[in-house]
């Protein structure tokens, strides 16, 4: 039997006291196509710096080809054959594909002058090879996404690499061209090359890849052949959870006056006639592919698309919301779905980050109330069960668990009305998690909250939403109660939506 | 008790290290100029010379709060006087009695075209950086010379001299035996202060400086913030035009063209971050006492203005090496 | 408009030559004078220290960076040298364009290490720097005019050639100078090194994303070293050139040209954040704002109104920049 491709043998790795990696074994065959899982924060994209030489692991051994690998550096380990697609690509916006595609060869090549005939030869053979179409000439900026992803794979697939890892490569796509991805994934399989799939979407890893290695908190806790997962176990490994048995159950009265009413919700090339209700006390989950409108949903409610066409009614008064002002005067919060860039101040306090929705209940002239602030701060951190003996700390040094935790305060301090959660727990740790979400549910349950809760992770819908939405190219294809459903048939609907 | 020494700690390293520093260099002036620094005069002029420059430090600061600069400060100070002096001549006369002796209203007339025109030209950089999304720098830059351009146009280039006694009295006279552009300095910078730590407003502005995005994702009206902040700039400038003014008697276009690097200077050494997010008005006032002293004490030692020059320049540079030098240590 | 402004982000160099062309279009048929000989080899000359300066701010535009301290650095240049050929009584074309512009590399070069190993915005490092040299230069190394009589001869005569001479139209004669052809040949010379060099290819990657030409293999260290190096060069070599030009060396000289060149050079389509721009835009940037400037005179505007032009220049070309990037940055 011939040695793996690569093989890591109890690979630790520690970043202040930090373990982010901890005994961690894999191997990966010619031509495999294996999948990397788990959640935000695992230890993936440690475990991928490792392979690709950027950092050194504290312990452990990296063998390629059979051979010990020591010092493995950025260079060697493209020298011998690995080669990363990162989720922003890497790519140059204001330079052609072409030169895109031909600089690193030229670099690596040691030249020092350009030839433009020879740039336009070596990226023709490099979209030859990947066998797709693309403008030379064309700027990467003007590039769809999927178009830029294939400029990067073509990138990549230049210096004949053994390994090709792609980071979360379908995070941007719509469905069509996630199976355009794949298809070329498996062209690439075909050549003889390896790739290693990082990603946390099940569905995914259950249709391409071969084997499945999942981590969690930086530890291998399942691995093998693809044919002994299925989304459960996958979800458990991944998780750590077991899904729970009963989900959220609505207990309000059907026939009252619904919180928000939705209807003839249009906005062009982004939603398509949306109508939708929901009822004090719902937690309405909303499902559906990247692209498929769901942000754009979220955003609309939050006043972020101004111009919209439709009505909307909140407690059954009609209103506009064309601006997020208006939206927030209406009783609408929002947690945006990256935490780090749209919802946090790093450099901030925890007090800070927290007040910030309130700034003009807790003034009097535009003078800020200090001592009224700090009190609703100080409650809000205890009601939060945020982890931090005061709130003057900077919000950085909390957890992601603990981060979420702020944004969501934020938005109660205003006693809102709906609650629009877009990826509610998303790079949060198990523990955390649980928490949010029987926080959530309570929150619906005692103070008649409206919850609007978009995911892609249909364990965490299923197990906290008393119905679930689905959503494809801006329209609404199913509203069905969370009793009548599972898992199973969410997905196979999403599937065959793709 | 613990929670509010650490509080003290972690708030205040930057002004500690200002302080340190000020001391520093007093210690260092009286201890090279013993005779001629330790003088009531010494101090006494830097309480009439800094209020202008610790103005237009304010007006920097307030900038770079959200990531910002204004490059203008300087050709809105000189518009906002040059416009003030001009309706001074026209109201009064050009020289003579007529002119030393307007009576009060007038002047507040004067004050309020001063300010009026700061707080315009500060709404002329805030329209065109929120709503054109112009760079501010580049943005600046180009309003600095059309403001520098009208002063030209205004006065043909020689200095507007000649202001009422009462103008003369901000720049050059004394309250209760304390320096007047100090006590508007005082005032000034007391209610930034306020504006900017205890207000939504200066609360905004940080926030906004440090995640614009975030902020909108808030609910924050950032475009009407940030335009407000650049007005705000624009009067600060338009305050200090009429200190330089009313203590030099004139008003020309290219005065103070040197307060613009001491201006950053000051903000970048008073910890203010020019990626924004993070400024205070008590770290631009020590940082201004710091850097009067050591001009002070230059001057006495008869370095020349250009030798200040060098070593003011030399300062912001060894400033960014230090601050680059605690985020590495940090 | 989509369409309008693909094209522009494609090649801004039409904008410009369409203002170009407009600009001389109107000038020349209000006064018939423009098209005199004397006035178009006038307005080509009036291009060449501008246009070394912009090539150099070029440069650090396409890195993403700004640089406000060369003229700082070409007067150095220019001032330390004739002050050596003087001391020294040298005389020449060659070595003293060496050396000018051997100091502007070794200036540049102070900058690259604060923005590179300091990681400060490039604004506030050339402000420093560049005040910091004047300082010096007014400070240490004096403050007097060297004048055509004390100026070395031969480089005068160097800068005094003319490439060709023809007789107008009242029997005058009309030169265009040589140093125009100097100017067309560093500007090649920039063109080649930065389209098909991989120096010049990496200063575009650097600015279209630093992470990314890390990734890529780039080192953006030698990079950026390179680029403010090589601006310090251009700096210093156009210093000499316009004191050869102009016959005087005066250490006083090209206060507040920066925002001149900048604003050519954004004329010309660079953008601010870095990665757009080229040669061709950046000169036919010069010639138009040159044209305008150098205009004002033949179309009977007072030259006062100057700066306010100027200014109105940097405020349209950023903002179409920014309607041409709002997609990008947004």
């Known amino acids: 039997m011939t040695a793996p491709l690569i093989e890591l043998r109890h690979i630790g790795k520690s970043f202040a006291a930090v373990r982010a990696l901890d005994d961690v074994s894999l191997s990966i065959g010619r031509g495999e196509i294996h999948c990397l899982a788990g959640e935000n924060g695992s230890g993936k994209s440690t475990l991928i710096k490792v392979i690709s030489g950027i950092w050194q692991p504290d312990q452990g051994e990296i063998l390629m080809d059979g051979q010990k690998m020591e010092g493995l550096t950025p260079r060697s380990a493209i020298a011998h054959g690995v080669q990363v697609i990162y989720q922003d690509f890497s790519l140059f916006p204001n330079l052609s594909v072409a030169e895109n595609l031909a600089l690193s060869s030229e670099l690596h090549e040691g030249r020092k002058l350009v030839s433009w005939r020879r740039v336009r030869q070596i990226a023709a053979e490099a979209i030859a090879k990947l066998g797709v179409d693309l403008d030379l000439d064309a700027l990467v900026e003007t590039l769809p996404t999927a178009g830029k992803q294939l400029v990067a794979i073509a990138r990549a697939l230049m210096s004949d690499p053994h390994l090709l890892i792609m980071d979360e490569p379908t995070t941007a796509l719509t469905g069509r061209e996630v199976e355009a991805l794949f298809r070329v994934v498996r062209d690439i399989q075909g050549r003889g090359i390896a790739v290693l799939f990082v990603s946390h979407k099940m569905r995914e890893m259950l249709e391409i890849s071969e084997r499945l290695t999942v981590i969690r908190s930086g530890r291998v806790v399942a691995a093998g052949p693809i044919s002994e997962f299925d989304e459960a176990r996958i979800t458990r490994a991944m998780t750590g959870q077991e899904i729970a048995a009963e989900g959220y159950r609505w207990t309000g009265d059907p026939r009252g006056k619904p919180l928000l009413e939705v209807a003839a919700l249009s906005i062009p090339g982004q939603l398509e006639n949306i109508a939708l209700r929901i009822m004090p006390g719902e937690i309405v989950g909303v499902s559906g592919l990247l692209g498929s409108g769901r942000t754009e949903l979220a955003l609309a409610l939050f006043g972020m698309k101004p111009g919209y066409e439709g009505r909307v009614r909140i407690d059954g008064r009609e209103v506009r919301l064309d601006s997020v002002q208006e939206a927030i005067g209406h009783g609408i919060a929002y947690v945006p779905e990256d935490r780090l860039t749209e919802g946090l101040f790093l450099t901030q306090t925890i007090d800070r980050n927290m007040l910030v929705t309130s700034h003009d209940r807790l003034s009097r002239g535009g003078i800020m109330q200090g001592g009224r602030a700090a009190r609703e701060a100080a409650e809000m951190i205890r009601e939060m069960a945020i982890a931090t003996p005061t709130g003057d700390r900077p919000v950085t040094q909390l957890s992601g668990g603990n981060q979420q935790r702020v944004v969501i305060g934020r938005w109660l301090l205003n006693d809102p009305r709906l609650l629009i959660l877009n990826g509610p727990t998303v790079g949060v740790d198990v523990g955390s998690k649980a928490g949010i979400h029987r926080k959530i549910r309570e929150l619906a349950q005692s103070r008649g909250l409206g919850v609007l809760m978009i995911s892609d992770d249909l364990p965490e819908l299923m197990d906290n939403c008393n119905r679930i939405l689905v959503l494809h190219r801006g329209r609404l294809v199913s509203d069905t109660p969370a009793a009548e459903t599972n898992e199973a048939k969410l997905s196979e609907l999403l599937g065959a939506l793709a | ?330 | 408009m989509k369409s309008l402004a693909l094209t522009l982000r494609r090649h801004p160099e039409w904008m410009v030559a369409a203002v170009l062309v407009v600009a001389v279009l109107t000038i020349g048929l209000i006064n018939p004078v423009f098209w005199q000989p004397a006035n178009i080899f006038s307005l080509l000359r009036a291009s060449v220290i501008t246009g070394i300066l912009a090539l150099a701010v070029l440069l650090v535009m396409l890195s993403g960076g700004i640089d406000v301290s060369f003229p700082a650095f070409a007067i150095a240049a220019m001032y330390l040298t004739v002050k050596a050929m003087i001391a020294w009584g040298f005389d020449g074309v060659l070595l003293p364009f060496a050396m000018a512009t051997a100091i502007g590399i070794g200036l540049g070069l102070v900058n690259a290490v604060f923005v590179h190993h300091l990681r400060m915005i490039p604004l506030i490092v050339t402000l420093g720097t560049g005040t910091a040299v004047r300082g010096f230069i007014l400070g240490v190394v004096g403050t007097s005019q060297i004048n055509i009589d004390q100026m070395p001869p031969l480089l005068i005569d160097f800068a005094r050639q003319d490439l060709f001479t023809v007789t107008q139209g009242d029997g005058s004669a009309a030169g265009l100078s040589a140093m125009v052809l100097v100017y067309a040949v560093i500007a090649l010379g920039v063109h080649l090194m930065l389209r098909h060099t991989m120096m010049g290819r990496s200063i575009y990657a650097l600015g279209g994303g630093e992470e990314a030409a890390r990734r890529v293999g780039f080192n953006t260290r030698r990079t950026t070293f390179f680029i403010y190096g090589l601006a310090g060069a251009l700096a210093g070599f156009a210093g000499l050139l316009h004191g050869a030009m102009i016959w005087t060396a005066n250490p006083r000289d090209m206060v507040g040209l920066e925002l001149d060149v900048i604003a050519a050079v954004v004329l010309g389509g660079a953008s601010i954040f870095g990665g757009r721009g080229s040669v061709i835009g950046t000169m036919l940037g010069v010639l138009t704002l040159v044209v305008i400037t150098n205009s004002l005179i033949i179309l009977g505007v007072d030259t006062t109104w100057q700066r306010v032009v100027v200014g109105l220049i940097v405020i349209a070309a950023t903002a179409v920049t920014a309607w041409r990037d709002r997609k990008r940055i947004a």
């Open chain 2, 1 to 330: 008790m613990t929670a509010i020494a650490q509080r003290l700690r972690r708030v205040d390293t930057n002004l500690l290290q200002l302080v340190v520093l000020t001391v520093l260099i007093f210690a260092g002036m009286a201890a090279l100029n013993p005779e001629r620094f330790l003088r009531p005069y010494v101090f006494e002029s830097i309480t009439f010379i800094a209020p202008e420059l610790g103005l237009l430090a304010i007006a920097m600061m307030v900038a770079m709060l959200t990531g910002g600069i204004d490059l203008s400060v300087i050709a809105i100070a000189n518009l906002s006087c040059i416009l003030a002096g001009l309706f001074f001549h026209q109201v009064g006369a050009p020289r003579g009695p007529d002119l030393v002796n307007l009576p009060w209203p007038m002047v507040a007339a004067g004050i309020g075209i001063a300010l009026g025109t700061g707080l315009a030209a500060g709404a002329v950089n805030g329209l065109l950086i929120t709503r054109l999304r112009v760079t501010p720098i580049l943005a600046t830059i180009g309003t600095g010379q059309v403001f520098t351009g009208i002063c030209l146009v205004l006065t043909g280039g020689p200095a507007v001299v000649g202001f009422p006694r009462l103008w003369g009295q901000i720049g050059n006279g004394t309250a209760f035996g304390i320096a007047m552009p100090l006590v508007v300095f005082l005032i000034v910078a007391g209610l930034v202060w306020f504006l900017l730590s205890r207000t939504a407003f200066g609360i905004n502005l940080a926030l906004i400086g440090t995640n614009a995005k975030a902020a909108a994702f808030a609910g924050l009206r950032t475009g009407r913030t940030v335009f407000l902040s650049y007005v705000l700039t624009g009067g600060l400038a338009s305050i200090a035009g009429i200190l330089l003014s009313g203590r030099t008697n004139a008003a020309k276009s290219d005065y103070g063209v040197s307060y613009l690097l001491q201006a950053v200077l000051i903000a970048v050494l008073a910890g203010t971050n020019p990626a924004g997010g993070r400024g205070s008005v008590p770290g631009i006032i020590l940082a201004l006492v710091a850097l009067m002293l050591l001009s002070s004490g230059l001057q006495i030692m008869r370095f020349s203005n250009f030798l200040v020059d060098l070593i003011w320049g030399g300062f912001l540079l060894l400033s960014i090496a230090l601050a680059a030098w605690r985020n590495r240590v940090r």
